[in-house]
């Protein structure tokens, strides 16, 4: 079955990648070898001109084959495969024909590493023009010659910035990246890209073109010459090496291998070695079959959510947010920024002004990064209009309540908002524990409300719990999801119970980290196990960023539903009841906030509640603090709170922060094993107390010898 079909005339070759019984183009073995025959024809063809194209729709080529990158366990095994890619490219780039890439859609990792080989890339203006190397995402690092092109064409700054994040650009970064020679519009494509073809033919067309991408001015010239001084690329890699390690903490080694790779100025043979050595070390690695994992898990989740809710959705075009606190002003942003009118709604218009503080700090954030420029905000803050009443709801396609964590305060506002919407309006609450059933019992149209809630803050945490109330329909749900992923969100769906599913299982960490305080343990040390552990902050810390009194009220509704597992610390209630701590949006919680600086809160030692120092293995704290969390992700799983462990890892990963190079909670529990873990709650609960007494599923899987993931 051929995926690369060709047209010739006496000038041209085009190269046509279309996979079949696939929705995009990968570079498969079987794929990367039919490409390899053609090159060979190729080298005697009298054409003066080779285009690579795809016949898919906004996909150029997506890169390889990961399912097979998966299947790599060992280092020669990862060597055959990267040498077999980097000498495809090499034959391809040597060709005496000039090639070009026309790239109209997703060109990522092994597909820019072809178009890096061309002569030449032609862009549309497609936005799902996308171009780049993300395979640090996955635990690796570029293996086909990426590492070299790339600087090769913009420079090792630039490069830096697109290969140690995985960054893509769009088509107008790339042209101005000189990424790309020329971006075309989508329209009239077909004779645009033949007449960028033809023009090829033509020798100064194409030195017009390389001439481009030189520096035109004097200033631009001396830069271009100083970024190649041994000094300067030694200060680059310096900074770019500290920047990496502030951001991973070193956890990750995909983007210290990439650094490895330059470390030695050298040539483009010697380069695409020291690039082989450094992708067959990684590929067989646990991090990187992880990260894969947790690839296919977004990719399954989507493909679960397509099945269970199939409905036909109308998108919103117009939306509204009642409360406009930080959660409420967040969430307007992101609705003004995906091109929604929104209504703001709340009882003073000093909330109304701190919602719109918030729009503008997160689109100042997105201007600082060169992803929007100040028109595009002046027209998405237009977008959003403020009242002290329902004024406008009446053409209002999605409302979201948010606000106060009471019950009757919600019933009451969504009863309001639900008499002011359309019938056809989807009503939401982005509720963090409370019953979205309950609210909903008050309501005209229960089957139209579903719970949506964002995680703080709104602009950077990718989950959102969709959660389903009794009697909430399958079309509800499935707008809710829709609506999640036109919005870049990743949306679980969740059965509705007392804190869901993220703040259910992340309570409980929080609340065992006040009780080792309560045993003398000190805050820095177990706050600092549990970065070097992979989290992005310690408990303490997370504590802190979440605010006491939100985690204090979430961890009473928890203790009230499932009892004495559940108890929160008596420190924590000290906290919030008696010393009134509110953590970083006061100054004061586990940590003193004062002028930039940070310390612990030594007064936290002298509570009655907390014991004299006593030391805590690093091997102690990460039991206390991760076995809880998989005892009650067992819970979970066998109350149906979430479908599978899948899915749980997923939002662990996406609402939390839990170490992605891990693969998640469940599959961590699984790489300790049931058993062990089972064995570890049984001496846990017989020294520290009865919260620790093991799942029944968990029980389960221990003694049938399986995992979380079967």
Known sequence: MKHIHIQQNEWLIRVTFDCAEQKINTLSHQVMNELCALLKQFESAPQKVISFESAKQDIFIAGADIKELQQINDVEMAKEKAH?????????????????????GSCVGGGCELALACDFRLATDNPKTKIGLPEVKLGIIPGWGGTQRLPRLIGLPAALSMILPGKLVSASKAYRLHLVDKVISCIDLEEQVEQFLENLQNSSFQTDLVNRRQPKNTLGKLKQFIGDTAAARFYILKKARQQVLKTTKGLYPAPLAVLDVYEKKCGFDEGIQRELIEFSNLAPSDICKNLI???????????????????????????????????????????????????????????????????????????????????????????????????GFNRVDMAIEAVVEVIDVKQKVLQEAEAALPETSLLCTNTSALSVTEMASVLK??????????????????????????????????????????????????????????????????????????????IEKVDQVMTDFGMPMGPFQLADQVGIDVGYKVAKILEASFGERMQVAPVLEHLYAKLKLLGKKSGRGFYRYQDQEVQVNELLYQSPTVKDSEDKSDAEIIDRLMLVMVNEAAHCIDEGIV????????????????????????????????????????????????????????????????????
């Open 84 to 104: 077999f890619g980097q000498k495809i490219f090499k034959t391809l780039a040597a060709l005496p024909q000039t090639k070009v890439a026309v790239i109209n």
């Open 293 to 391: 994992a947790i690839f296919f898990l977004t990719q399954e989740v989507k493909r679960q959510q397509r099945e269970a809710y199939s409905d036909v959705v109308t998108l919103p075009k117009t939306g509204a947010v009642i409360g406009a606190g930080v959660m409420g002003g967040g969430i307007a942003w992101l609705m003004s920024s995906k091109g929604l009118s929104v209504r703001l709604k709340d009882i003073q218009w000093q909330s109304i002004e701190l919602g719109y503080q918030k729009v503008v700090e997160y689109f100042n954030q997105l201007k600082k990064r060169g992803k929007v420029k100040q028109g595009e905000i002046d027209a998405a803050i237009n977008r959003i209009g403020g009242s002290l009443d329902y004024s």
């Open 445 to 522: 149209r229960p089957e139209q409300f579903c719970g949506i809630h964002f995680f703080n803050p709104v602009n950077r945490m990718p989950l959102v719990e969709v959660i389903k109330g009794q009697q909430t329909n399958s079309q509800t749900i499935a707008q809710a999801i829709s609506v999640c992923h036109l919005w870049g969100k990743v949306p679980v769906v969740v059965k509705d119970s007392p804190g869901f599913l993220v703040n259910r299982i992340l309570l409980p960490y929080l609340n065992e980290a006040a009780y080792l305080l309560e045993e003398g343990a000190d």
């Open 643 to 710: 479908e599978n462990a899948g899915q749980l890892d997923l939002a662990m990963v996406m609402g939390t922060g839990f170490p992605a190079w891990r693969g998640g909670l469940c599959r961590w529990a699984d790489n300790v094993g049931c058993a062990e873990v089972a064995k570890r709650l049984d001496a846990l609960q017989q020294t520290v107390g009865s919260r620790y007494q093991a799942a029944t599923y968990l029980r389960t899987c221990a003694k049938q010898g399986r995992g979380f993931y079967q």
